[in-house]
């Protein structure tokens, strides 16, 4: 393995913070807005309706509680306005939004790789605005390196696709096997960026690939970001500046 | 005039809630979050620039923050992505929309009402799924009559027509002459209201219409909706339940 590191990628969903459990409790929450608001459904049978929902028109649909009061056949309180059971749910959701968190162990891992040389970048799926926002709402608009933030959406081509990862490498200037690649989802994450060259971090445990199996082994594998710092220090000889 | 009243609408914007002073609070809150963000421009040229967007892609147009970057030559800080600016600009206005608050006399007014056989509704223009998410913010969902919401945009038809006061009428049950329209609109909320035969209240001094003149005097004006109770006990012998 080349000791010449020069940057370190992070997948931003369920790497960076809990999205899963993060759009359980939101959607969670807007259902029961959403029958306290006038929806008059059971509410274990709407939230499996929604996650219908969001599984036929994809997570980046926008108007999942709209569909949803459709879907439940407009099974309103009497005389109560369809927009305002909606509303109701739309408001949760994103109210929930503002209670977003990363996970601590990736603050600090962000804040250990300040002391270095390294480039700190992102490397995500999804729309352009949407993981941004996210990044707005853990607070780490700050955290990374200029230029290097990449979202499928804006270079028109997603994981587990690995010419996105070469993209990104490109972009930063570096070869593949200068870069690490830090992500949760062994197919995804691991056999994607393996493939394009780089180097491999599976982050085990956290979200809803915690049980997948890929076909390339990781590189490293921790159940904390506590442990990167270690993993540069003695695989790559990076030195962290303590001053 | 009719003592026969059956039932009192209100505008939203500007008549339940300060909507111009919180739209003003939002947009700033939304501009210092982007030159945080790494908008490399001054705050008030900013300002000034967002409200020309606003104007020119009207207030309901979905991309005012994306449209300013643009507008404003794409001049961010070196190497940040131009949707962390923009997210950060919708975050903060986002975050703006959970203070929003009623009139604390718009609420002791709907108070009132609940004492009284009036049906009490909203007459208001606009998106509906806006119009319902401020329902929803201000804690209004619960505040009005079954199937009393009329959103221009569900009726295809807004103010000043004539017709959509028409149609609300029509929906409730009522001659024009037994409702009674509180709005703080010269024109498009009182001259609209009276043409359509209504009973018309004018709130005074709230918004951005506070100096403009209609073409018919309103039936009643005030400044503040706790004068509604004499307005409809003295003139209209509406009863009020203490029980």
Chains 1, 2 share one sequence.
Do not use: W
């Amino acid at each position: 393995m080349s000791r010449n590191l020069k940057a370190v990628l992070f997948d931003v969903d369920d790497t960076l913070f809990p999205s899963s459990e993060f759009a359980e409790m939101a959607r969670q929450s807007a259902v029961r807005a959403m029958v306290d608001a006038g929806l008059e459904v059971e509410f274990d049978l709407a939230m499996e309706e929604l996650l219908d929902v969001v599984a036929e028109f994809t997570s980046n649909y926008g108007n999942h509680f709209d569909q949803l009061v459709v879907r439940l056949g407009d099974n309103l309180r009497d005389g109560v306005h369809r927009a305002l059971v909606v509303a109701a749910g739309v408001r949760a959701y994103h109210d929930t939004k503002a209670e977003l968190r990363p996970f601590p162990d990736a603050v600090r891992c962000i804040d250990e790789l300040r002391k270095t040389n390294l480039q700190r970048g992102i490397l995500t799926n999804g729309l352009t605005i949407k993981q941004a926002e996210k990044l707005i709402r853990l607070d780490l608009q700050h955290a990374f390196s200029p230029g290097a933030i990449f979202i499928s959406e804006d270079l028109g081509v997603a994981k587990p696709h690995q010419r996105i990862f070469g993209i990104a490498c490109k972009r930063l200037g570096r070869q593949p096997r200068e870069v690490l690649y830090i992500g949760d989802n062994p197919v995804k994450d691991i056999d994607a960026a393996h493939e394009a060259g780089l180097v491999t971090v599976l982050r085990r445990g956290t979200g809803k690939h915690a049980q997948a199996v890929g076909a390339h082994a990781p590189d490293f594998e921790v159940s904390s970001l506590d442990e990167i710092r270690g993993i540069l220090e003695r695989e790559f000889g990076v030195e962290f500046d303590e001053g």
